[in-house]
């Protein structure tokens, strides 16, 4: 196990090297030249010039790169061109939102996907089989902006439920709740259609296992069967699903922080892209690369512990 | 017993009524502000936003403030008096008045404010608005003598915004170019704190001059940029008052139980600004044929729901300086057509506008879009941040521009700096002689009908060189909620919240 | 080794036994119609607005009713259709034309040319795929183009990753050792081996990446980085219904059914494909 551990934690390092290495290419090496697009095409030489003088954008790449990445492991991400305010408190001052989004969402779908997916598989083709197949499928095709202004549209401005935008920090707790409850479903219900369709799936194939039968056989209630051996081996489905949802649960988070109005790394990042602050940009997406390997890697030590015969791979 | 049913049901009346009439004003409280967008920063002479401006009117005193009538009213300066044919104001300050940090608030003071804002190395945004003020001299501790370069007669007016607003020496020399996010004024809220895109928090200021104000212990702002998403934020009690309704919401407001609405005339313009520098539109007949095309009763019915009033000029319908012969233009294709062939591009041409990426504004270039189309001229559209778009226009980054002036209680201060050839905010470097002189010769003119002559020169010469397409004059709509007691509506349309108390019972 | 007719044979019968495939397959086949047919079957000019009808409830001359500058929503709709194909096609073909070679690339040459092409899809699979998308428009600036670009190129693991293991299976035949020691080339036998087999399964993961490509396209412009107005794009309808959720919602209504019921169709059609194909799947 911790052999395991290590060696993936080794593989990681030149992962992150390379990724650093593309997302300093955003501003520096793809065609778009921040300088001009942040003067202007009108600007003069001399202030473009003056411009990347400030920066350092004169100097070698090389050297700008070696410069940059040694400031970035030691936490500095550079500041912002617009409010001079340093990048990674611009990204710590929102991570406990965007932290809180994402573990609500996580929270909502397993909610909804954990009793689906049992409930499905052990009630095969009962009507809550079939509602559950069907969210299964059409779940993960609603557009999440979509999805969220409906629930807006019913639950705020309908029946006036929940508020339609905006975050309430803990301690709060229920204000807090209630500020995250759209926003969470919003984010969730396409993970939540993924994990009910792998865990039902999951599930009927461990149960039409030798095993499982000869419990069944043995007289083994089916609780106890369900319990004991299909919900483990199904786990390690769910664990699956969400180890690669994960990069498409944080894409997400942007435009459900965006819809929301919510003050997270996510909105962050937009509000730079429409300001093309580049170096709040470039922050985010080097914060949020890292934040993704990071959480693959932790996925791939659970999934370890779950199935030990991947260790063995 | 008839008498003492009565005596009885008027005491009933009485005590029913005693709640409604001697409310007292409660202590304490946080009020909550929905505003359309961040603010930019916390200098006030640095500043070049109308957002920004709100959250000052709490935390920076003024020299004067204006009231409702558009009258100048004390703040700082308790009195002052003009000599010198126009030429010279002495104020005499408040006595005893300290700002956030500490240090007390004296002409000294005063004369480091001016001096700061005058400074070429700062530049201010300030230092145009006052460009006549050629000398600031101490009197005495709390009296100040400020000589103009020639009668200037919106001065006191420009002093009832930023320019009149007072930093503290302290600070500013602390914190250097910090000082935009620690800012330190005199006014009734002192700053605690701001999370960007957010909020920003005041507190109350314990040590404010005027005794017993404000009533607020808190005011927090949070910028909601969508204006839907804002009034519902209202509807639900998310924020007790809202800056900058949408005008398709205006209805809804009004029917809403618990809230109350307040429309009043504005001084806004919003407009296109022409880069008059950049190609096409350093052709005049252009620039016209933009002018012609463009129907500014239909931006008024589809964009704003009927509300404000179509815009021909720099001055709103609220200002006496608006020509009202000139309202009731019409969009004219023809003339827009032959204006393009005099230009030389009969067939169209095409052209990038920036953009606030905000529903309404989004909304308005569409239809400016759509009806240049008909022209073969393509307008496309580009959406930025409200700060990046600042940042475009004052660095001249655009060849059209859209975006509005919150307007200024003088009509010098609507169209001074727009169309002056040295105009603080002429960001698309327009210069006419005849149009320096009119402005020149309205501001130095202290006679009211004198001035009004001249102004409606400036709105025709304005129309005839178009360096900007004005479009519209937007309604000053605040709502709030029933429970916010003693807010008064200014056609500023600042909210300025020392008298507000909160009344949750 | 089976013969690859009755495999098909096989594999219709079975596509045509799942009503997902089937339902996904209509889907699909009903947007392509719209797309092919979107200037006919519109009633109006999509663009074209109408100043004294904004914001109509549905009726019979709009049977959708019109924006908030008066275009009929309908003709907005279907010609939407064509600026969601647009998005899905051209990402795909990025994909492909970066991810076919570089598949058969590392399938072939193994060793360290594999080891260095698996790094890089394994570097550009470290993004979350709107992250990357959205930092990749920031720097380029907010075009259609951009965001299309930007997407193909997340895709292109996706792609380079089943061929390069279809590439390695067929490796493993022994008449394939057999045809190379008989002097085949490589490039006979991609063409005649490893292509033919490819084909299934890229059509599934083109499905599915069509119907993420429209999906982040709409996205992109609801957020205002991607198509720009005017012209019609489901994701800029839908933001702008955003604004008049209360007084008009069939604004955002319609495009937000349009988007959905297209991604589902290639979804559930990618489903039936994959299922057919592999009848174990299914359960």
């Known amino acids: 196990m911790i052999q395991f551990v290590a060696r993936r934690l080794l593989a990681t390092v030149p992962l992150l090297f390379f990724v650093s290495v593309v997302v300093f290419s955003f501003v520096h090496v793809l065609p778009g030249d921040p300088a001009i697009l942040f003067l202007g095409e009108e600007a003069t030489p001399e202030t473009l ?62 909610a909804i996907a954990i009793p689906a997916g049992i409930v499905s598989a052990v009630k095969r083709n009962s009507g809550v089989d079939l509602a559950s197949t069907v969210f299964a499928l059409v779940g993960f095709s609603l557009p999440n902006f979509w999805l969220g202004l409906i629930l807006i549209y019913v639950f705020a401005l309908l029946l006036r439920w929940l508020p339609p935008s905006g975050f309430v920090p803990l301690p709060a707790v229920a204000d807090n709740a209630k500020s995250l409850i759209l926003p969470a479903l919003t984010l969730g219900t396409a993970l939540a259609a993924l994990v009910t369709r792998q865990l039902r799936s999951g599930m009927l194939e461990v149960l039409r296992q030798d095993y499982v039968r000869t419990a069944q056989a043995k007289g083994l209630s089916q609780g106890v069967v369900v319990g004991k051996h299909a919900l483990k081996n199904a786990l390690i489905a769910v664990v699956t699903v969400v180890g690669l949802q994960i990069g498409g649960l944080l894409g997400n988070t942007i435009i459900t922080e965006s819809l929301f109005a919510l003050p997270g790394v996510g909105r962050l990042m937009i509000d730079a892209v429409f300001s093309r602050d580049f170096f709040i940009v470039q922050g985010v997406v080097l914060f949020l690369a890292v934040g993704y390997v990071l959480s693959n890697l932790i996925v791939d030590v659970l999934y370890s512990y779950l199935d030990p015969r991947i260790r063995l791979g | 017993m008839k008498g003492w049913v009565r005596l009885v049901a008027l005491a009933v009346v009485v005590l029913a009524a005693v709640p409604a ?59 002052w008096e003009i000599k010198g044919g126009g030429l010279v104001y002495v104020f005499k300050l408040r006595r005893g008045v300290k700002f956030h940090d500490g240090t007390d608030f004296t002409a000294e003071i005063v004369k480091w404010n001016f001096d700061r804002m005058r400074d070429p190395a700062l530049a201010s945004a300030r230092r145009s608005e006052i460009a006549p003020v050629k000398d600031v001299k101490v009197v005495d501790p709390l009296t100040v003598e ?25 600070a500013v020399e602390k914190y250097k170019d910090d000082f935009a996010r620690n800012p330190v004024g005199t006014g009734p809220f002192r700053f605690v704190e701001w999370v960007k895109d957010d909020h920003l928090t005041l507190k109350r200021f314990d040590g404010y001059w005027e005794s017993g104000l404000p009533h ?82 239909v931006v008024q019915r589809v964009a704003y729901f009927g509300s404000g009033a179509p815009a021909w000029g720099p001055f709103p319908p609220s200002m006496w300086a ?11 294709p023809v003339k827009a057509k032959a204006k393009l062939a005099d230009g030389g591009m009969p067939n169209g041409f095409a052209f990038t506008v920036k953009g606030w990426n905000q529903p ?30 600042l940042a475009d226009l004052n660095s001249h980054n655009f060849v059209a521009l859209r975006i509005g002036w919150s307007g200024r209680p003088d009509p010098d201060g609507n169209a001074h700096v727009f169309l002056h050839s040295k105009g603080g905010l002429n960001r698309v470097r327009y210069s006419n002689s005849r149009m320096d002189e009119l402005l020149d010769q309205a501001r130095s003119e202290a006679d009211q009908a004198k001035r009004k002559v001249l102004y409606a020169q400036v709105t025709r010469l304005a129309a005839e060189d178009a360096p900007y397409i004005w479009l519209h004059h937007d309604a000053e709509v605040k709502v709030w909620a029933e429970h916010v007691k003693g807010f008064e509506h200014i056609s500023d349309g600042m909210m300025r919240f020392k008298g507000v108390w909160l009344d949750k019972r | 080794m089976m013969d690859p007719a009755s495999l098909r044979a096989i594999a219709l019968r079975q596509f045509r036994r799942s009503w997902v495939g089937q339902v996904g397959a209509i889907l699909v086949v009903l947007f392509l119609i719209v797309t092919v047919l979107a200037p ?86 470290s993004f979350p795929t709107l992250v990357l998308a959205l930092g990749i428009t920031a720097v380029l600036g907010p075009k259609l ?139």
């Open chain 2, 21 to 79: 009439t001697v409310v007292a004003q409660t202590r304490g409280g946080s009020i909550r502000i929905g505003m359309d967008a961040d603010t930019t920063t916390m200098d006030p002479h640095r500043s070049t936003a109308a957002v920004d401006r709100q959250v000052y009117n709490n935390v920076y005193g003024k020299l004067v403030d204006i009231d409702a009538r558009f009258g100048i009213v004390p703040q700082l300066a308790q009195s």
């Open chain 2, 322 to 332: 608006q020509d009202r012969d000139f309202t009731d233009w019409k969009r004219d």
């Open chain 2, 360 to 389: 309404i504004q989004i909304q308005e270039l569409q239809i400016v879009q759509a009806q240049l189309k008909e022209l073969g001229v393509d307008m496309k559209i580009e959406l930025l941040e409200f700060g990046a778009l």
């Open chain 2, 216 to 297: 607020l212990d808190e005011a927090v702002y949070r910028p909601i940029p969508d204006s839907s998403v804002r009034f519902t934020a209202m509807r639900t009690g998310q924020i007790d008052i809202m800056h900058q309704i949408h005008p398709k919401d205006v209805g809804t407001a009004k029917a809403e139980r618990g809230v109350k609405v307040s429309e009043i005339a504005s001084l806004w313009w919003q407009g296109l600004h022409l880069n008059n520098q950049v190609a096409p539109f350093t052709n005049k007949a252009i620039r016209q044929a933009v002018w012609y095309a463009v129907d500014r009763n």
């Open chain 2, 146 to 170: 400020i000589t103009l370069s020639a009668p200037f007669a919106p001065f006191l007016s420009v002093l009832t915004d930023r320019a009149g607003m007072m930093v503290s020496r302290a």
């Open chain 1, 49 to 110: 010039a003056q411009f990347r003088a400030r920066l350092g954008f004169d100097r070698p790449l090389s050297t700008q790169y070696l410069e940059w990445l040694g400031r970035a492991v030691r936490g500095d991400l550079g500041r912002s061109l617009r409010t001079n305010q340093p990048v990674t408190e611009a990204i710590l001052q929102r991570l406990p939102v965007t932290l809180e989004l994402l573990g609500a969402a996580l929270a909502v779908s397993l």
């Open chain 3, 145 to 283: 183009i951009h965001a299309l670009f930007a997407i193909g190129i997340v895709f292109v693991p996706h792609f380079a990753r089943l061929i390069r293991a279809q590439v390695l299976t067929v490796k493993e035949n022994d008449f394939i050792a057999a045809a190379e020691a008989l002097g085949a080339s490589d490039v006979r036998v991609m063409r005649l081996h490893v292509l033919p087999n490819c084909l299934a399964p890229i059509l599934v993961q083109s499905s599915f990446s069509i119907a993420f490509a429209i999906l982040t396209e709409a996205a992109l412009s609801f957020l205002g980085l991607g198509t720009q107005p005017p012209t019609p794009s489901w994701g800029i309808m839908l933001a702008m219904g955003r604004g008049y959720l209360e007084q008009a919602p069939w604004l955002g209504a319609f495009p937000g059914l349009a988007i959905f019921v297209t991604v589902l169709g290639f979804n559930l059609l990618g489903d039936g494909i994959r299922d057919a194909l592999d009848p174990r799947l299914k359960t």
């Open chain 3, 40 to 125: 006919l079957l519109a009633p109006y000019d999509p663009i074209a607005t109408d100043f004294a009808n904004v914001l109509s409830p549905p009726t019979r001359t709009h049977p959708l009713g019109t924006d908030d500058i008066g275009r009929d929503i309908l003709s907005r709709v279907i010609h939407g259709s064509r600026v969601s194909l647009q998005a899905g096609l051209f990402t795909v073909a990025v994909a492909l034309t970066v991810g076919l070679p570089l598949g058969l690339l590392a399938g072939f040459r193994g060793g360290r040319v594999d080891d260095l092409i698996m790094r890089g899809i394994e570097v550009i699979l």
